[in-house]
């Protein structure tokens, strides 16, 4: 198995799923993938802000 950099291995894989769903499917994914990234980040951020009052 060869070392593929992430940077070729995205390409490739962006490119192989634009030839067989389409552009709308990519879109769809990067999507999901953006929404989701941003609610963890808000998890991990807000979590911080908990204070214990005990």
Known sequence: MEHHPAAAWLTEA???AVQQHGSGY???VVLIVMVL???LTAW???R???RKDD
Request: hydrophobic share 45%.
């Open 26 to 28: 990519l879109l769809r």
């Open 37 to 39: 990234g941003c609610a």
């Open 48 to 50: 911080g802000y908990k």
């Open 14 to 16: 962006a490119t192989s």
């Open 44 to 46: 991990f951020l807000l």
